[in-house]
Structures are given as structure tokens and as C-alpha cells.
């Protein structure tokens, strides 16, 4: 059980430190004097060490059956006592990182982020929990079929600003496709229009080399929010920290490599074959018709990236929506009015049946 | 000229012999369908004279068809008018009527229309009329020709009859001409109507989702396609031809002439 935890303190004031977007440095929540990453690094990274081996001994010592929270353990589920205030917390076996829902203190695990656990890098939070509710207020615009009173009505549940675990892979690809293609030539004889349209078999293979294609390594995150959130800027990289994390929520992943390559391969391949279909030029339409893709991993990393979650409640139902903390765009499925739906589906209706008929009516009478 | 219609007189009172009983209501001196080349068999020109007998009767309009091996010497145009009128042909007391006249020598032909002939058969119906012939009179399928040449009159006649002679009529005219919402345009307006309450119901909907798994990794591409072999092998080729829709000509109507005929003539 990884009962000893890390709160990073100011070294001023031992008030919480929280890591700020906009700074990019470590702030004291207390008397406001900030840090860089590198600096809190340097004065923790021995307090780090012996944490993560404090809470391994701690894990051999006792083991589950002597425990006083096996039934917890068992249920994937750890105990650890805030250091600020004292309250006795549960969290989940995947949370690395996470701050006290009662004092708001920011705590994090070392345990759940060293040894084999440990990312490769992570990209630091750009966005601010201001600029990630501005980006779903603004999703609400121009949605006609968003119901009025959901926008109006509705109050942010839960803003979460998480740490997702991502695979990253590199990798190449080799194979073959081939498509169907076809060119047209119009022309009038006399009172017809002549179309002749020419068919043919184009065959193309080739190589493709990928570098960092990410795959989300939690059950956790949706994998449709995390997909619909790309790209993220990898260029923005940096070497893990964990003082990166203080103030957000931090996932290890629950999916391991091999189990996420899939995604990694099933993209891969994807872009492959439509490189290859680019190069199929000259033709009115381009169709594919069979591919065999080779895929082979070359490079695995593991990054946090930054991710704001919003969730909120209407009519009785969960509606959530990622940001992606470093570039801000917004994704999650909106609830539809049904009377609004309706309205616009006989509208157009009419009005287009109507135009129709003014035309087809002069058309054959 | 005098000879060639004094023949043609000589085979009218040949052929009437045969067709009495339909041309004794007539003063017409040839029948409707008359063929001096020999291209038809017998049979064929007296069953396309006995459908050119029905529809001209229906319709109170000749429908004429004459085959002559030249013109004389004459243009096509005044050669078929001058046919038209020494032959009595015409219906009723306008002489109305429609005639065809080929020409071997020169493969000319006329289309030439008379008094409420020239309301039934506009000059851009002629037209159209002759585009539908031409084929088959390029094939030497004569029979065929001349059973579609009728066929074609009629239905010229019944919509002419019905107020609506085919001609080329833009969008403002067929205002003018009144605004009548058959089935076939309600049916297609409705169809339209619902195509396209689904293509904006499903954009507006697709809007509200906007988390879809990613099929792609074209952001994470270290490098151009290396392309290796390519091939592209022709397979086969298809041709289609559509009939242009009507109403594409410039000006409708029909030019009459101080003859009293309209025509449209050329080769075939």
C-alpha cells in the first residue's frame, strides 16, 4: 500500500506548491512565490527516491492479507492520509496524482510513477480551468439543436484537469493497394450529351515511416474524446517531472502496450493506404479496393498529456467533455431537443417540397 | 415539273384502286403514304397508309409522306409545297396537314406544315420531330422511319390538341402558360422535400458529436510516402448518351410563310 505521499512545499512558507499553466512554474497557493520545474526537481528529487522505496517496503512489510485495508486493496482501491489536513483518503489504484477534496491540497504518489511505471515525458498543462470552461461555453454556440435550457440551466458537475497516460509509438509500414479509378469525358452530338466514362485497375505500393502515433493507455478515458482531442504539439515534450503534476489528477495507464497497439496499427495502415491513394491522381474518382499493410513497431514511449474533463448533468444524464490541455480544442456529444429537431426537419420539408414543386410543376406542365 | 406530278397522278389512280373505300371521303389525289421508289413492300405502305388514315381522321390533320426520286431541278421546300397543293392534300377547309418529303437523289428531305399543321408542328417540333426520324432514314430502315414519322405526328397532334404543341419553351413561358402540378411533380417535390429534411437533419446532428475514433495517424507521419511499383492497367469503357432536355432552344413558335407553309428541311 503506498501510504507515504509527496506534497510539494514551498520552500518559503512549506505552503502547497500547484503547477501553473500560463507560468509554466510551480506556485505557492500561500505567499505566491514561484518555481521552476527544474529547481523544485533538484530539491525533491531525493525526497522522491525514498518515498517510492518508503512505499514499496511498506507494500512487502505488510503484503494484502495482513493488511487493514485488504477488503479496499481488493476492490483496486488505496488508502492514504492527506498531509495537510489529516483526512483519511481512497483512491483509485491508477491515480498517481490527485489533490484532497477536502483542503484542496495537492499530493502526489511516487510510488505509481517510478521504476518501470515511470513515464518517458509528459506535456505540461497550457490551458487554465478559466480558458477550458470559456471553450465549452463556446462549443454551445451556433447548435441548433442544442436544447436552450441546457446551456442555460446546466452547472459544471466536475472540472478535472488529468494527466493521461498515452503510448506512444513509432513505427513503419510496407504494403500494397489497389484501387479503382475511373476518368470521364463529356461531350454534346447533336441533341445528346455523351459521357464516357474509362475504367481502370491502379496498383501501388510502398513505405511509410510514423513517429509518436499516441494511444490512450487508460480504461478511464473515453477513446473517442482522447482520439477527437488530437493532435497534441510533441514538439513540447519535456522530460518527466513529477513536478509537473501538483494541482491535477494523474492516471497510470490500465492498458498495457501491446493490448493499445491495435489503435496504433489500425491508424498506421489507415494512412498508409491513403498516401497511397494520393498518389492515384488523373482520375474523376478514386476507390479503394483491397490493401495488404505491414506494420512494425520500431520505438514505444509513455507521456502524460494534459487533459481538462468537464462533466455536467441534464435531465438526468452524464454529458462529458475533454479539452486537450495544451492546444484547447474541445470535444463531447451534446444532448438534441427533440421538439427542435423535429421543427427543423418539417421546415426544411416544406419549404424545399414547396420550392420543388414551383419548380417540377413549370418543369412538366 | 408538270411530268414527274403527272406520274405521281398515274400511280395516285393505280393506288386508288386499292385505298377507294378510305379515300372516297377525300378529295386528296394520292394517298397519305406514297412511296414512287419502291423502298416499302406493298404491305408495309399500305399499313403505314391505313395508321397515317387513322391519326389524320382522329386528329383532322394529313400526315403525308412522299418518296420521290428527285426534285426536278427545284429546291426541296417549293417542291413539296407544290406537291401539297396540286395533290389536294389538307384537311378540312384549311387544308391542314403535315408532309414528309424525301428525295432519293440528293437524300434531302422537307418537313413541311400547313395551315393548323403550322400550330401543332413548330419549328423547333420539326425539329425534334426530324432528330428522331433521321436515325432510322440513315440506316435505310425505311419502314421503320416512316412508322415512327406518323407515330410522332400523332402524338405532336394530341398535345397540340391538349393546348401544349411541342416547342421550346423557357421557364417564363411555361409560366405564362399557366402553372398546372401534375402527379409526377408533386411526387418529385416530394421526394426533394425529403432528401433534403434528411441531409440537414443529419448535418445538424453531426454537429452535436463530435468524439469519433481517429481511422488516421496522418499527424504522426515521420516522412513522405518511399513509393515502390505502381501500375495503372486500363479495364474497360462505358458510353452513355442522354437526350438533352427540352427547352433549351432560343426562340418557340412557328415561322409561316406568305405561302402559307412552315418547313424544316436538310440531308439525311
Known sequence: MADRITNYQCPACTGPLHFDPVTGKLVCDYCASSYTVSEIEALYAAKDESAAQAAQASEAQTGPEGSPWSEAEAAGLKVYNCPSCGAELIYDQTTAATSCPYCGNPTIVPGELSGALRPDWVIPFKLTKEQAIAALKAHYRKKPLLPKLFSAQNHLEEIKGVYAPFWLYDGDTQGSATFHATKVRHWTEGRYDVTETSHYECYRSGALSFQRIPVDGSTKMPDEHMDAIEPYDFRELQPFSTAYLPGYIADKYDVDAQAAEDRARTRA????????????????????????????????????????????????????????????????????????????????????????????GVMFS | MKKRWTSLLLLAALLSLLALPVLADSDRELPLVCDTCGLLTEEQEEALNEKAEQYSAAYDCDIVLIVVPDTEGYDVETYTEEVY???????????????????????????????????????????????????????????????????????????????????????????????????????????????????VNGILKSKMKSAVLASRADDYLAGDLQLGETDDRFLKKDVTRVRRDRGSGSGHGTSVRSSGFSHHSGKF
Request: glycine share 10%; hydrophobic share 45%.
Open chain 2, 85 to 199: 397543293r396540286y395533290y389536294s392534300f389538307g384537311w378540312g377547309a384549311d387544308r391542314s396537314g403535315v408532309i414528309l418529303l424525301l428525295s432519293m437523289e440528293e437524300r434531302d428531305y422537307d418537313l413541311a406544315a400547313f395551315g393548323y399543321g403550322n400550330t401543332a408542328f413548330t419549328d423547333y417540333g420539326k425539329e425534334w420531330l426530324m432528330d428522331d426520324v433521321k436515325p432510322y432514314l440513315k440506316k435505310n430502315d425505311w419502314n421503320a422511319a416512316f412508322s415512327k414519322y406518323i407515330d410522332l405526328c400523332a402524338e405532336y397532334l394530341r398535345k397540340a390538341r391538349d393546348g401544349r404543341p411541342v416547342d421550346s419553351y423557357g421557364a417564363l413561358d411555361r409560366l405564362r402558360g399557366g402553372f398546372h402540378l401534375s402527379l409526377r411533380a408533386v411526387v418529385y417535390a416530394l421526394i426533394a422535400g425529403l432528401i433534403a429534411a434528411l441531409v
Open chain 1, 269 to 360: 495502415e489507415g494512412s498508409t493506404v491513403g498516401a497511397m491513394q494520393a498518389t492515384v491522381t488523373g482520375y474523376a474518382s478514386v476507390t479503394r479496393e483491397r490493401a495488404d499493410i505491414r506494420y512494425r513497431r520500431t520505438a514505444l514511449h509513455y507521456a502524460l498529456l494534459p487533459v481538462w474533463l468537464l462533466s455536467t448533468q441534464w435531465n438526468g444524464k452524464n454529458y462529458l467533455f475533454s479539452v486537450n490541455g495544451q492546444t484547447g480544442k474541445l470535444v463531447g456529444d451534446l444532448p438534441i431537443s427533440r421538439p427542435k429537431q423535429l421543427a427543423w426537419f418539417f421546415g426544411t420539408f416544406a419549404v424545399v417540397t414547396a420550392l420543388a414543386a414551383l419548380v417540377f
